[in-house]
């Protein structure tokens, strides 16, 4: 069923989008008492989106967390100290130019 619905919205996707855009343009303003929602559908979008899995996938990744502990620590640990070294050896002289990303000071101090 929802291979179906998603061809269905992949052929009609070119005339979905810029109708989307032109209706919400239009009805700001009466849409505008539910932006506190945009993050939380943004959200979920996105999680539902990158999910090319099936339910037996699923089960996986929630039995063997550990992928995905190791992937976040990178990417919200390392990565930033790795630009933070980067940004002191690019731009020492400029500190305004470097900034200790958020995760990495809480894991500092």
Known sequence: M???LNKLLERW???????????GLTTAGALSPYTAW??????FMTFTGS???NVRDLQRVVLHPLPI?????????VMPLI??????AAFSDSPLTITM???ATALLL
């Open 2 to 4: 929802f291979t179906t």
């Open 13 to 23: 996707m070119p005339l979905i989008t810029p109708t989307s855009v032109l209706i």
């Open 38 to 43: 945009v993050p939380w559908i943004f959200a």
């Open 51 to 53: 999910l090319s899995m």
């Open 69 to 77: 502990i190791v992937f976040m620590f990178i990417l919200h640990i």
């Open 83 to 88: 630009a933070w070294g980067a940004g002191h």
């Open 101 to 103: 990303p958020p995760s």
